[in-house]
Each structure stands twice: as structure tokens, then as C-alpha cells.
């Protein structure tokens, strides 16, 4: 008889420690990895993305997902995933199916030239062509504060929201006792990425830096479960979208910033030789983005992009209907005080509404226009519409010369040539 209870205490034993480990759970947690890889036109901005998300703190093999994310300014958030754990590991043996692919994702060494399949539709989608060393703007620095975020110099008392892959916000405010500054390691067209260490734990009070000399904090927080269990704060690269007018510079500012480079622009098209174009295209032509010279021979207007002006043209004097010719000014002609307001050319009158050197920031609308030619190639638009984008108008109405200027990476560039403003022949 005892030793029929003894039998039963036994196996009742052994099933509720059964139970206990099939049940046992651990803490739950979360590592994302971001990493910029290369940017557009369009602002957007493609991040490979690496994620551990053990949301219920039991047991497995690997939750190991990585993946691809583009992002913009202006609400874009496209996140694929293109290899995860039922690629990487046996299911029943937890054993690596393909150990190679997984450390080459895992180390970031993705070859561009032959993408993915998931990354190659990507690819083409959003037409990246620049790597994030080009257009990283490293001269604009995201400043993350208590209660405050700066941005070039001018904050708002307001802290922007975080966001990371996997539907993971930022938590709340954190204790002013505890909170410290944060600067972005990456920054362009208002997509800041704030690149944090490996995963720390609650016990770690301070952390060490390891192979991520560039490092920045960002504090997370899981979402809840339906069962109400919370998830521990772990660190996690995140993104922050700045709204651009949030931080606008005052347009004052602007007009006394672009003052100098109108005169700068206008004296060297007066000189109109040689030396002049080459400093213009030197100093005033972006190397990438180059220019585009509108003009209008019948009904529509024509867009043509060039790197640079074509200075055979000043040399042998054969301009007629070039980007050159509609750009020259007059050795007498006196440069006038700036005039910021509008000007229109009347084909009636065969006048300008307001005459001399007018300045606005009213530019042509150069996507509108490209748009009226179905041949144009996706990147063209998307190079087009950043280059209008926050341009400003120039107008000699002397010399019937009007050029667009628009700040890129800190310096001002001239981003378009318009012959067609006072053009009457349609």
C-alpha cells in the first residue's frame, strides 16, 4: 500500500515538474539592428534590418528575421522581411540549413549587384541610386534632449516620436534623473537614425560600447500583451521622422543666407567668359544632381539635364538654343539691390510685370511639367521633383534670364535654367 502512494506521489511529481518546464518562460526581449544602405532622389531612405523578437519569453530555436525598410519624411515605412527563421534553422533540430547566408546577413555584407529577390523588387521600386556615405548629411545632427529635440542649432521644447521595425514605438517620457541627450548617426532629408549597442540587460547599469564606437541610447519598450504582461526595456536602433516644419528656417534668415550667392551667380554670368563658367560650374553645379535647362520650341516645355555648362559653347560661340545661351548676361549691365517679390513676363505687352533683380521663392514646378512626357524614366521624375522641391527663382528681366537656386547638403546650387518664361513663340 505504501509503496503504491510512494509510486503515485512520485509520478504526480514528475508530472507537475513536467509541466513546469513546458511551461517555464524566460524574459521576454527584443533586438533590432538598422543599418542605412543607400538613398534617392525622393528623400527615401533603404535600411537593411535585423530583429530578435522573443515576445513570450519561452523557448525556441530562433526568432531571428532580417529584412529590408524603406522610409521617408513624409509617413513612408515599406518593412519586408526576406530571410527568417524557418530559412535559417531546422525546425525539429535547431540546426543551421544555411549557415553562409546567415552570417553574411547577419555581418552586413550584402552585395547590392546581386540583391535578393526581395531586395532586387525593392531596388527597382524606389530607384536607390546613391550610397548613404554620399548623402548622409552630416552637418545636420538630430539632438534628442529631456522634454526637447534640435535640429542645426533650433529646437523645439517637444521630444519627437520613435519608431523601430516591428510595429515598436518609443515609451514614454523617461525620468528626467535618468535621461541623457541623444544624437543621430545618420541623418537625411528628415529620417534620423539614432544607432544603439547590442542588446543590455536590466542588470547592466552601464554599458559597454564593444565594436559600436558610434553608438547612441534609445529606450523601448515592448508592446503589451492581451494577457497584460509587460515586455523589459531593451535597446533598440530607432528611427525619428522630423517634420520639416518643425525646425523652418525663418525666411529672413534664408534671404540674407541666399543674398550673396545671388550677386556671387549674377556677377559671373555679366562676365560671361570662360573663367566665369568654370567657377560656376565648379561652385554652382551640384556634381550629382547637375542641372536642367526648360525650354519651349512649340506647345509643351522640354527638360534636358546636364552635370555642368558646356563651356566649348562660350569658346566657339555657338550657343544658339543651348542652356549657355539663355543664361549670359551684358558686360554694362549694372547690378541692381535684390527685389524680393514676383515678376511675370506678358506675351502681349512684351514686358515684365516688376522689373530687375527678383527674387522669390516661387520656383517652376518641374515634376508638373515632366510629367507631360510619358517617356521620362522613373528616376528622372523622382530627380526632378527633389530638385524643385524648397528651390528659389531668379530673374534678370534685363537680360530675360531666369535661373532656379536650391539649397543641397549646406551649399546652394543652381538646379534649373528657364528659357521658356518669356518665350511667346507658341
Not at 534640435?150 to 523601430?164: D, F, M, R, T, Y
Not at 523601448?220 to 497584460?228: D, E, S, T, V, Y
Not at 549694372?334 to 514676383?342: D, E, F, L, Q, R
Request: net charge positive.
Amino acid at each position: 500500500m505504501c509503496m503504491k502512494i510512494k509510486t503515485e506521489w512520485l509520478l504526480l511529481i514528475g508530472l507537475l515538474l513536467l509541466n513546469i518546464n513546458l511551461f517555464a518562460t524566460g524574459s521576454p526581449y527584443a533586438n533590432i539592428k538598422l543599418k542605412p544602405i543607400a538613398t534617392n532622389y525622393g528623400g527615401q531612405v533603404l535600411f537593411q534590418t535585423f530583429s530578435d523578437v522573443n515576445r513570450e519569453g519561452s523557448y525556441s530555436c530562433s526568432s531571428d528575421k532580417f529584412g529590408w525598410l524603406v522610409v521617408s519624411a513624409d509617413g513612408l515605412w515599406d518593412e519586408r522581411v526576406a530571410y527568417g527563421n524557418a530559412e535559417i534553422f531546422d525546425k525539429s533540430s535547431c540546426e543551421f540549413r544555411d549557415k553562409e547566408k546567415y552570417e553574411a546577413y547577419k555581418n552586413g555584407k550584402i552585395n547590392l549587384k546581386n540583391p535578393d529577390a526581395v531586395l532586387k523588387k525593392m531596388l527597382e521600386e524606389y530607384q536607390f541610386n546613391r550610397t548613404v556615405e554620399v548623402s548622409n548629411e552630416r552637418f545636420k545632427v538630430l539632438e534628442l534632449k529631456p522634454k526637447q529635440s534640435c535640429l542645426g542649432g533650433k529646437c523645439i521644447e517637444q521630444v519627437l516620436p520613435q519608431k523601430s521595425i516591428g510595429g515598436l514605438l518609443s515609451t514614454a517620457l523617461v525620468p528626467s534623473k535618468d535621461a541623457k541627450s541623444l544624437r543621430s548617426s545618420f541623418y537625411y532629408e528628415g529620417v534620423a537614425l539614432f544607432r544603439t549597442p547590442n542588446y543590455v540587460d536590466e542588470e547592466t547599469t552601464l554599458y559597454s560600447k564593444g565594436d559600436n564606437k558610434n553608438g547612441y541610447e534609445s529606450l523601448f519598450n515592448l508592446p503589451k500583451q492581451p494577457r497584460g504582461r509587460e515586455f523589459y526595456e531593451v535597446y533598440i536602433d530607432t528611427v525619428v521622422f522630423v517634420d520639416p516644419f518643425r525646425f523652418r528656417v525663418p525666411k529672413a534668415k534664408v534671404k540674407k543666407e541666399i543674398e550673396e550667392v545671388v550677386y556671387d551667380v549674377v556677377k559671373l554670368l555679366k562676365n560671361a567668359d570662360v573663367q566665369s563658367f568654370e567657377t560656376i560650374n565648379k561652385k554652382y553645379i551640384h556634381p550629382k544632381y547637375g542641372f536642367y535647362f526648360v525650354q519651349r520650341p512649340g506647345v509643351m516645355d522640354y527638360f534636358y539635364h546636364y552635370k555642368k555648362f558646356n563651356i566649348d559653347n562660350v569658346i566657339n560661340k555657338r550657343r544658339a538654343y543651348t542652356a549657355i545661351d539663355s543664361i549670359i548676361g551684358e558686360k554694362s549691365y549694372k547690378i541692381p539691390k535684390i527685389a524680393w517679390k514676383t515678376t511675370h513676363y506678358s506675351c502681349e505687352n512684351d514686358t515684365w510685370s516688376a522689373k530687375g533683380l527678383i527674387v522669390n521663392d516661387m520656383g517652376y514646378n518641374i515634376p508638373e511639367g515632366i510629367y507631360e512626357f510619358e517617356h521620362s524614366p522613373k528616376e528622372e521624375k523622382i530627380r526632378a521633383k527633389f530638385l524643385a522641391k524648397d528651390s528659389w527663382s531668379v530673374t534678370v528681366t534685363e537680360w530675360s534670364v531666369v535661373f532656379e537656386l536650391k539649397k543641397i547638403e549646406g551649399r546652394w546650387y543652381i538646379v534649373l535654367v528657364n528659357s521658356s518664361e518669356m518665350d511667346c513663340s507658341a
